[in-house]
């Protein structure tokens, strides 16, 4: 039929096409010598077949809209080879978490090349003659040409500094200025390179419960790191410095963290890594605002050529935190060792070989009475230490009273 259409040369019409078959079946059944048809007599033989290809038929449908309707998908997955460049793509968008939220590590290494190893040298006159002691301690470069700060009691009476950088080269220093009573010092680094800088921020804006990070390089070692929050930062402390506000953390500050930057989470030094109190959680930093202003008039006695006027000419080798009432009152909610003390004065740190440290005093105690009299801050022992008399000391070691006698020595 579909020839006989393409020979007239009349286009294809289904319909047409449809009708014109039917009629060819009829005239062949009708012209059948048997009667009733062949076609006809072959499908009433086989009905059974078309009723099975219908139901197969039927089934595949409703089952093809099944599938459809409920997005339910059954064929072999595609496999596409990956290109280098699809590689690269994928690694560009995928964050990592420890790369995405370590916002304290991120922190980190922003700020520890800076961060350095103070190692000292320092002779003591004894019984037997001069003894060379050595001590160490944390610091951090302020500034390209090696100045180094830290805290005035990693630095004391030391004759020789020799710094360790964070790459683990080694340079000797120069002990510039310093401060006793704000405990902060100053080294400058002999050294003609360019060094990496810490960025100074505002201890001025802190707030109470910013994350802080105590940063150090405690015994050697590459950059030790505790974190905690800010307690507050209206932790007046009478004795050390007139007017000083210190930071307290919960941070902890290691052995030797001492004289290293208290950073915030953008990588700035809000303070001045001190003391830490007599039980765990409680520790104290130098802000930084009171550190630029001891940097600026270093600055100004170092254009000016005038002698370094902060060092007592005694010392017996501690270093003190006045215990105010509000400070014992923490220290006694953790500890039951200082419940019968009212006042006194507590050392984050002896220095070994010290005039202290030989008479027997060590980090950890409590100073409540010079000379028979109580002792209500700091203060009043560096005035003891600045006239060189010997010293009758009463205190708590734990829970045991024990006494002392330390007689101040010369720095130089």
Same mark, same amino acid.
């Given at each position: 039929?579909?020839?006989?259409? #393409?020979?007239?040369?009349?286009? @294809? ?11 060819? $079946? ?7 010598? !048997?009667? +009733?048809?062949? $076609? @006809? ?6 009905? @059974?077949?078309? *009723?099975? #290809? ?6 595949? @449908? ?5 599938? %459809?309707?409920?997005?339910? $998908? ?70 390209? %040409? ?29 002990? $510039? =200025?310093? %401060? ?79 004289? +290293? ?5 953008? /990588?700035?030094? &809000? ?14 930093? &130098?802000? &930084? ?49 200082? %419940? =019968?003390?009212?006042? /006194? ?49 009463? /205190?708590? !070691?734990?829970?045991? =009273?024990?006494?002392?006698? *330390? ?6």
């Amino acid at each position: 039929s579909f020839n006989i259409l #393409a020979r007239a040369g009349r286009p @294809w019409n289904g319909s047409l096409f449809v009708r014109h078959n039917l009629r060819f $079946i009829h005239k062949t059944n009708h012209n059948d010598h !048997r009667g +009733g048809g062949a $076609i @006809w007599r072959h499908v009433r033989r086989h009905w @059974w077949t078309g *009723v099975v #290809a219908s139901s197969v038929g039927l089934l595949s @449908w409703i089952g093809y809209n099944y599938i %459809d309707n409920n997005n339910v $998908i059954l064929r072999m997955p595609t496999i596409y080879a990956k290109s280098k460049e699809d590689e690269d793509d994928v690694n560009e968008s995928k964050v990592l978490r420890s790369k995405q939220y370590n916002f304290i590590a991120q922190a980190v290494e922003m700020t520890a090349p800076t961060v350095v190893h103070v190692e000292t040298a320092a002779t003591n006159r004894t019984f037997y003659g001069d003894v060379v002691t050595r001590g160490s301690g944390s610091g951090f470069i302020v500034s390209q %040409d090696g100045l180094v700060l830290t805290n005035a009691h990693v630095i004391e009476r030391a004759h020789a500094v020799k710094v360790k950088l964070f790459d683990g080269s080694e340079l000797a220093g120069e002990v $510039i =200025d310093a %401060d006793v009573e704000a405990d902060l010092a100053l080294i400058k680094l002999r050294t003609k390179k360019k060094l990496p800088a810490m960025t100074l921020g505002s201890s001025s804006q802190l707030r109470p419960g910013e994350w802080v990070i105590a940063m150090g390089s405690p015994l050697s070692l590459s950059n030790t790191i505790t974190a905690g929050i800010v307690s507050t930062v209206h932790r007046e402390v009478p004795g050390l410095h007139s007017g000083i506000q210190y930071i307290q953390t919960d941070a902890a500050i290691n052995v030797g963290n001492s004289g +290293g930057p208290l950073v915030n989470l953008d /990588g700035e030094a &809000i303070g001045i890594n001190t003391m830490k109190a007599v039980v765990s959680g409680i520790s104290f930093a &130098i802000p &930084i605002d009171v550190a630029k202003e001891f940097l600026n008039k270093a600055k100004s006695r170092s254009s000016t050529s005038k002698p370094m006027k902060s060092y007592m000419n005694y010392y017996i080798g501690i270093s003190m935190l006045t215990l105010t009432p509000s400070i014992l009152g923490e220290i006694k909610a953790r500890t039951d060792k200082l %419940d =019968d003390i009212t006042t /006194g004065v507590f050392l984050p740190n002896v220095a070994t070989g010290s005039p202290a440290y030989r008479a027997g005093l060590r980090r950890g105690d409590v100073i409540t009475e010079v000379n028979g009299n109580s002792v209500t801050n700091s203060k009043e022992i560096y005035d003891i230490v600045k006239e060189g008399v010997a010293m009758h000391i009463k /205190g708590r !070691r734990g829970s045991t =009273d024990f006494t002392s006698y *330390v007689t101040p020595e010369s720095k130089f």
